[in-house]
């Protein structure tokens, strides 16, 4: 077992990022652990009312120079962005797994993905484009233009601390607005990195600002009448119940990518042998901490007797426990762990209370986690091993609410209606997937499944940055979505403007 050089070597004093200054903040400060070791990392503000909201003021103060700098100009500070992250590329993939506890590979992943929403958002000169029409009456032209509207927030969430603050902050920054990131105070390392690197890359003062820290700042951003709109990636309450509510009575755009629980249908005629392989990493990449994960297996009995479905569930579920039981966890800066711990012991004990549920509520707990083992000599405080319930129904707590964990149900469905009819009888509609071969069931699920994102033989259905992520029902909160042209447009007003010379 060899581990790969930690790029955090002392406890680093997180400050905020304001107005181009690392300013020291006055409020409390709170240990990040790295969940694999237990090791105290860093320290993290818990930032103040009067703190963001001298964020927001900078912000403000910055918009006019930063909307009037051609958009050319503002593109080149993000393609110096995206070359320094290139060069930076392994130190911020270990600092995510340091901070995150997520492997290796998913951490350089993460990395990757982000850095291809810098990339899209460099084209924003071709992107950010109006259109016209000559003689929409004779002589007359009418035409629509593109502009940034002022300074955005932007919440993230654990699961993913240095890529989903880039599915908006690029496109923010591109189209003109300023910016203010709360990453999740939970791993807030990586969102230090990028501002360091906004700064190096001559990102100007006020542009692009990090304030730490929890529900202050948020109700801050909330209530400051200087924000024009909100991005936010968590949970459905959260999102829900605070983010979006208020939005709606403050009159601010609302971005809200919220929680999941996600089915995943296998057809007799699935190539088993791919499908057990993208369960894997779909039901326990993340140790099961994506709101993209697999929650709920569906082996779907269409077009067969009794007794040949009970013959084609044993198979897919024998398979599925077989490799679960497979999956090497420990830490995730060993090249050989595929699987990380939870992000630290309260979000295990909130797992270890679902099996609990799972169990009480009559599942049958055929591969139990709990017991836990490890490549390496770890503590165990936040690690749980793969973990398989059947005879799981729709309506129990582990099949219907979001576990976010490694934990796998699976469910019984006699054909491809019943198996749409569970998927839709669930609250959320993050992302789904179906393994088949046949076109027919790939055409009739995507044509009605109510769910944002989905796969055909793809387990993690996580969209490209010049595609939408999407989201549906209590996944998502909002008309536009995060990445690409859709996020171009939530960023920017359309002003349509009619002339006529005399
Ligand atoms: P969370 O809702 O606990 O926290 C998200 C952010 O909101 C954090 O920055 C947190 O500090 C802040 N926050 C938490 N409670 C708050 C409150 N009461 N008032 C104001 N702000 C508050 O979510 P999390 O645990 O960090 O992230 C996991 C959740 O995010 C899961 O539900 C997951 O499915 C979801 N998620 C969704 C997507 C998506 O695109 N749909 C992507 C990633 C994660």
Not at 146 to 174: D, E, H, K, S, T
Not at 275 to 280: G, R, S
Not at 329 to 358: A, F, N, S, W
Request: proline share 6%; charged share 25%; aromatic share 10%.
């Amino acid at each position: 077992m060899a581990i790969l050089e930690e790029p955090i070597k002392e406890v680093v004093t997180i400050k905020n990022y304001i107005d181009g200054e690392w300013v020291e903040s006055e409020g409390e400060l709170v240990d990040v652990i790295n969940p694999a070791t237990q090791k105290v990392i860093a320290k993290v503000p818990i930032s103040t009312r009067d703190e963001i909201n001298a964020a927001v003021e900078a912000a403000q103060r910055a918009f006019p120079m930063w909307r009037t700098t051609p958009p050319l100009a503002r593109v080149r500070c993000l393609f110096r962005m995206k070359e320094i992250m290139e060069e930076r590329f392994e130190e911020l993939s270990r600092i995510q797994t340091m901070e995150h506890g997520k492997t290796i590979d998913e951490s350089r992943g993460e990395t990757r993905r982000g850095i291809e929403n810098v990339e899209v958002a460099t084209g924003i000169p071709s992107l950010m484009m109006g259109y016209n029409l000559e003689d929409i009456a004779t002589g007359i032209d009418e035409y629509v233009i593109r502009q940034p509207l002022g300074v955005f927030g932007i919440i993230g969430p654990f699961n993913f601390p240095f890529m989903v603050p880039l599915w908006f902050a690029p496109y923010a920054i591109a189209t003109g607005n300023c910016i203010i990131i709360k990453p999740s105070s939970e791993d807030p390392l990586s969102q230090m990195k990028i501002a360091e690197i906004a700064e190096e890359a001559g990102i100007p003062p006020g542009v692009w600002n990090v304030v730490n820290g929890g529900r202050t700042v948020v109700g801050g951003m909330l209530d400051h009448p200087g924000i024009e709109g909100i991005c936010f990636v968590g949970s459905t309450p959260v999102g829900r119940d605070v983010i979006y509510r208020r939005c709606g009575e403050t009159g601010k755009r609302v971005i809200a990518q919220c929680g999941a629980k996600n089915f995943i249908l296998i057809m007799p005629d699935a190539n088993l042998e791919r499908t057990i392989a993208a369960c894997m990493t779909s039901f326990y990449g993340n140790a099961g901490q994506r709101c993209l994960s697999g929650a709920n297996l569906v082996p779907v009995g269409e077009g067969l007797s009794e007794q040949e479905y009970e013959a084609f569930y044993k198979k897919v579920v024998n398979a599925f426990i077989e490799a679960a039981t497979k999956i090497r966890v420990g830490y995730g800066l060993d090249e050989t762990v595929q699987m990380g711990p939870l992000r630290d012991k309260g979000k295990k004990q909130r797992v270890v209370g679902y099996i609990e549920k799972g169990i009480e509520e009559g599942a049958k707990l055929a591969l139990d986690g709990r017991n836990v083992k490890l490549v390496g000599d770890w503590p165990t405080d936040a690690f749980l091993n793969p973990t398989v319930f059947e005879d799981v129904s729709p309506d129990m707590t582990i099949g219907r609410e979001e576990i976010f964990g490694p934990v796998a149900s699976v469910m019984r469905a006699r054909s491809f209606d019943e198996a749409i009819e569970m998927i839709h009888s669930n609250p959320f509609g993050n992302a789904t997937s179906i393994f088949t071969s046949s076109g027919k069931w790939a055409r009739e699920f995507q044509y009605r499944v109510q769910c944002g994102n989905i796969g055909i033989n793809i387990g993690i259905v996580a969209p490209m940055a010049f595609f939408p992520f999407s989201g549906m029902k209590d996944s998502f909160f909002g008309s536009l979505h995060g990445q690409g042209r859709e996020a171009i447009r939530f960023f920017t007003e359309s002003k349509v403007v009619i002339q006529r010379w005399f």
